[in-house]
């Protein structure tokens, strides 16, 4: 083991943590100042490590930098339209009375996958509110489960930008992905719920006086309430605003997420639904096909692959890019009244791409990370680190992305990091691509707290402060992040 790449590895993740919570520099430039301060300390030759960067930055945007883009448009154009809160609506008729929290927490995983997990729950939560005032009690137990909810299919299921990002750089096939994304999902949403009516009781008499009020009181007040707490409570608590995605990756939407919309015109569930589904079928049936072709022909994975001629156009219409096309096209056509103005509609998803900007620039630079890693060799000394002690090789990216998350709270940041550090050691380690993807997405849900901008979103509108706020929202993620572990070693043994 070469003590000096090692080191250079300590020094490269210690650069990113001390970056983002000692200076006034974002996680985009700590990627970048890590690359170098690793190579450097790596002893790589620097011109060599700048071409590492530029090369790393380049071919990991040229893999999932599109696909990011247009994601984020689908979820902007499923926010203004109202048709993100007519799928709740549909969701809570379909499981009944007393089924409340499942509702919820289904609710909140189907609507993260395209829209943001803050501007999603702000879009969510009147209606949480709504249950519990008609039930006279209960809301904690909503609130929570609606908003982990939202944080297992953001953490794990493309097209959200941290998968997205963590397929990339490990060269996943994102179609494998989003189905194990799913399944994990609804594995572990039972340790949400479980969890979440089990404490939800607990802290219900903790809620502070005013979200008390304005849940239990008149519908007006609520209404404007949850307005009020979004604009101002967040920046105040965190210094951002939710729409950046600068302090937890976990943001995307900004305005009034109706405006231009007539609350009499919202597209129906089924509607809705559509720019969701059509792209998630069109991208599983492309990795289904794939496998069925590569069977019959007795591929081998590490050969060369050529599609036989009745899989080419599924794998056409199957690729990500293409698939999200369609996804965002439906979306503008059949979700928005056709009498919104063309500049509006173009204003909307400009601010989706703005929206989308500092997480793509992350993205590049965990990816120029990751180059420096394996052209440095500090990829293959950590190799060998993990043999001599016999530490299962999924372990990695885990424990990476559950310190890097605790440490400066961004989710994508823990992904991304997690994913750089682990991209060199997949084949000297025979790990799965799959598994070290979910693992990094895993590892990012452990103990959401105050330096995560979604704790302050989830637990202010929620109206939990102090312990009451570790307790019900720390204590949740933290449940489904251990939920996640068996569920790893399970797929490890199976892919």
Not at 17 to 22: D, E, G, H, R
Not at 77 to 103: C, H, M, N, T, Y
Not at 162 to 172: H, Q, S
Not at 249 to 261: H, K
Request: charged fraction near 10%; include cysteine.
């Amino acid at each position: 083991m070469d003590l000096q790449l090692i080191l250079a590895l300590v020094a490269g993740i210690a650069t990113i943590v001390v970056t983002v919570l000692a200076t006034r520099l974002d996680a985009f430039i700590a990627l970048l100042v890590a690359a170098v301060v690793t190579g450097v300390v790596a002893g790589q030759d620097l011109l060599a490590l700048v071409d590492s960067i530029t090369t790393g930055f380049g071919d990991t945007l040229a893999s999932i930098g599109i696909v990011i883009g247009l994601g984020v448009g689908i979820g902007k154009i499923l926010e203004v339209s109202g048709a993100a809160d007519s799928l709740a609506q549909a969701f809570l008729r379909a499981f009944g009375k007393g089924r409340e929290p499942w509702a919820m927490g289904t609710v909140g995983s189907l609507v993260s996958i395209p829209v943001f997990c803050d501007s999603g729950y702000v879009i969510m939560n009147p209606l949480a509110r709504s249950i519990a005032r008609v039930k006279r009690g209960g809301y904690v137990t909503l609130a929570l489960a609606l908003g982990c909810g939202m944080t297992l299919t953001h953490h794990m299921v493309p097209p959200t930008p941290g998968p997205l990002a963590a397929t990339g750089i490990l060269g996943a096939d994102i179609g494998a992905v989003i189905l194990t994304g799913l399944v994990f999902s609804i594995l572990l949403l039972p340790v949400v719920v479980i969890y979440a009516r089990w404490i939800g009781p607990k802290l219900e008499p903790l809620l502070n006086i005013q979200v008390r009020e304005q849940v239990y009181g008149t519908v007006a007040a609520s209404t404007g309430s949850v307005s009020t707490t979004h604009a101002g409570g967040v920046d105040t608590l965190t210094g951002e605003a939710p729409s950046t995605s600068a302090g937890s990756g976990d943001a995307g939407g900004s305005g009034d997420v109706t405006s231009g919309i007539a609350s009499g015109t919202k597209p129906g569930a089924f509607l809705g639904f559509l720019p969701l589904i059509v792209p998630l079928l069109l991208i599983v049936a492309n990795t289904v096909c794939t496998a069925i072709d590569k069977n019959a022909q007795g591929q081998l994975s590490g050969d060369a692959y050529e599609a036989s001629a009745w899989v080419a156009p599924i794998a056409f219409i199957g690729n990500p890019v293409i698939a999200l096309i369609i996804g965002l096209i439906l979306a503008v056509y059949v979700l928005l009244p056709r009498v919104t103005p063309r500049s509006t509609v173009q204003g909307w998803l400009a601010d989706a791409a703005s929206s989308a900007g500092l997480i793509l620039l992350i993205t590049g630079a965990g990816g120029a990370f990751g180059m420096v890693l394996r052209e440095s060799g500090v990829g293959d000394a950590l190799a060998e680190a993990i043999a001599s002690i016999s530490l299962p090789a999924l372990l990695v990216p885990f424990i990476i992305a559950s310190l890097v998350r605790l440490a400066q709270g961004s989710g994508t940041v823990a992904m991304i990091t997690a994913a750089s550090v682990t991209a060199p050691l997949i084949a000297p380690l025979g790990l799965s691509p799959l598994v070290a993807v979910m693992a990094c997405t895993a590892g990012s849900m452990v103990f959401s707290y105050f330096n995560d901008s979604y704790f302050w979103v989830v637990t202010r509108f929620t109206g939990l402060d102090g312990t009451a706020a570790i307790r019900g929202w720390s204590g949740i993620t933290t449940a489904v992040w251990a939920g996640s572990l068996p569920l790893l070693f399970i797929l490890d043994l199976v892919v």
